[in-house]
């Protein structure tokens, strides 16, 4: 099979990237700029992707390029927008004219995070920030232009060590300097690391099913209960304490939802869901990296 990735610069790419090669898939993959493995692809410019995708030929094309700073979006919607919504009706469109399949990365974010229990596949989206505004805008338009489409949800992504900007490398970091780590207690979402997630996507890929997937780890968790784990197993309890405090403590641009916990409901009725509890791929990562600590 022969696969097209963009965004494959960016923390799940490589490990998309890792997986693909893994199970000896013709791979190209593009960036927004040109350099080493990459190819240069802007989603923005509707001619260069047309002519990207019909020159490569692919059978699938994965659309990870996204805007994922929620707090850009909030501040610069129309550039949420552009390429969320746009960048992905680009890539659309083009996958319909060339006969490629296409799976598209969106997020817990497009719920309103009311509901008491995780999120599955049939409840109602309704995002309160422009970021999952815009990636819910995209899933709409991969539904609208496709037949042969995936859209899969992940939760809070982890993976790629340095190039991880989020939340369990920065407590990482933090870790090092710091005998005192305040996180909120009243955010909650479901991990999700990106090795695990490539692997489940492709074989759900395999399948033909297409659709809509919530794929993130088992299980789920408050920001505070993550770091704690972090803390645990770098062994710095008794040294580094960690505080529970309110969102309120640390006001943002953009609102976030109380919870964007997620199950794969129907990963678990098509019998297609080994994810790992995310404390076990917690373990597994920190332990991979830990002569990087």
Known sequence: M????????????AAVVDRLR??????????????????????????????????????????????????????????????????????????????????????????????????????????????????????????????????????????????????VYKMVQLCRTESELKVVDDKFGSPTFTGDFAAVMMSVVATRRYGLYHLANRGAASRWEIACEIVRLLGKEGEIAVTPVSSAEFPLPAPRPRSEMLRNLKLELLGLDPMPEWRESLRQYIEKNRDKV
Not at 2 to 13: C, E, P, Q, S, W
Not at 133 to 144: C, F, N, P, T
Request: proline residues 2%; charged residues 25%; hydrophobic residues 40%.
């Open 2 to 13: 022969k696969v097209l990735i963009t965004g494959a610069a960016g923390m799940l790419g």
């Open 22 to 167: 893994y199970e000896k898939c013709a791979v190209v993959a593009t960036a927004r700029r040109s350099g080493g493995k990459f190819v240069a692809m802007d989603i923005g410019d509707w001619q260069g992707v047309m002519r990207m995708i019909k020159d490569c030929a692919p059978d699938l094309v994965l659309h990870l390029a996204a805007e994922t700073d929620v707090d850009r979006c909030e501040r610069e919607t129309d550039h949420a927008y552009a390429i969320n919504a746009f960048g992905t009706e680009n890539v659309a469109r083009a996958c319909a004219e060339s006969g490629a399949a296409m799976a598209y990365i969106s997020t817990g974010n497009v719920f309103d995070g009311e509901k008491i229990g995780p999120y599955t596949e049939y409840d109602q989206p309704g995002s309160i920030n422009a970021y999952g505004q815009s990636k819910l805008a995209g899933e709409r338009i991969v539904e609208q232009i496709l037949n042969e489409y995936f859209i899969f949800r992940a939760g809070w992504m982890v993976g790629g060590w340095e190039i991880d900007k989020k939340f």
